[in-house]
């Protein structure tokens, strides 16, 4: 009787041993911390993050979930709520969404203006330190794009330089090299037009097209520190800088020496107008952004193994901008300052923008990331890399850098230059205006 007590007093100390294992194991998560992180200081609570991002192609979208799936298998306690929304209306719902204090735990930047207003408005994480932490898995040039204040306040998932593509075959036909200097490349446009072809593509319906070569021109004009200093109100410069009233000219020049189709400012470029005219032969050049190279690789995959060829926009002859001084821009990831999990937050746009991203954004979506290391087999994307890569400075695009309303009106004054309804002095004077108004006066 006794040994029969004494066993059942040793299986209940046995089950009281396992029941104080496992209610601990409940109270501490395994291999993490009393306080319900792991060891890396991310919650272990099921929690979810918001992410708002303008890849809605099918392949750009299909790298982004790729990332967003190896996140949360390593995470399974983090539900990764991802929205795509296109470009235009995308702006428009964060800025309401920001002004409702509902924005998501991370969302897409341009960097520039467009995110300094966010950053003084104190809607933007800090995050300066733990990017450093991380810098050299990533472009210097491409982080530049979304420092503000001397801080970085987002991790790119694209970056790109606006080149000019062309028509290799006919190019080969007609025996056109290659420009270097701007007055190379207009004797190849008056080459083009004379033997039946549009120089240059454009649908300026939405006025941004344009407004690339607008850009291009100002800043091979002038070089980088005259936009710099005429938004900085600094060293006396201003927007009716000669740079900027020389590119007005130079675009009404080409438009009546007959560089664009007619009706530019009436096509659409969402819809394919200027890209139609391009594959189709119609054009032999086209200045657009980087998104141009995964437009043609889906819209026309046999001119994209064929016909497509890019080079830098090419320098002035007496201008102050050099080679190296490119214009390009990208997309950031950055966090909300109302985020409950900005460790969490800062792990997921790192995984959503890290080396294994990158090879998607390459292999599938024909993308180039801002991070180093991928490996690049097409020749026409490692070209891409290269611009980049040599550039000392890239310039955001002005309707990205600028505040909304200079933005807008930088559109404007750039469409009404190619519609000839306006002049570049002018469009010049109205800009300095606006931006007496918005950014105060010179200094």
Known sequence: MKRIFAILISIILILGTVVSCARADRETPQDGTKDGTDDTGLTKEDISLSVWHIATDAKRREAVQRAI???EDRYPNIDVVETAVENDPYKTKLSTAMAANQE???????????????????????????????????????????????????LPYSVGPTPVYYNRQIYEKLNLKVPETLSEFESNCDILKENGYIPLALANASQWPGALTFIHLSLKYGGADTFLNAFNRTNGVTFEDESFIKAGRKIQEWVKKGYYPDGANAINYDTGGS??????????????????????????????????????????????????????????????ASTKYPKEAFELIHRLTDKEYGQDAIDI???????????????????VRDILLNATYIQNYYDQFLPGELANLHKQTTY????????????????????????????
């Open 69 to 71: 799936k190896r996140f």
């Open 104 to 154: 998501p735990d991370i969302f897409i930047s341009w960097g520039g203006g467009w995110l300094k207003e966010f950053v003084d408005e104190g809607k933007v994480l800090d995050i300066d330190a733990k990017i450093n932490e991380i810098k050299d898995e990533y472009y210097e040039s491409a982080l530049s794009l979304f420092e503000i204040n001397g801080k970085k306040y987002g």
């Open 275 to 336: 890209r139609m005219l391009f594959y189709s032969g119609q054009a032999a050049m086209i200045i657009q952004t980087n998104g141009l190279v995964a437009n043609c690789r889906s819209e026309a995959p046999e001119f994209y193994e064929n016909n497509l060829g890019l080079f830098p926009f090419p320098v002035i002859e007496g201008g102050k901008g050099t080679a190296k001084e490119i214009l390009g821009g990208g997309n950031a990831y950055s966090i909300a």
């Open 365 to 383: 979506a024909s993308t180039v990331s801002g991070v180093k290391d991928v490996n690049i087999k097409d020749a026409l994307i490692q070209q």
């Open 416 to 443: 009404d230059l190619f519609g000839l309804t306006t002049t570049p002095e002018k469009a010049a004077a109205d800009m300095e205006a606006k931006a007496r108004e918005i950014l105060g006066p010179p200094k």
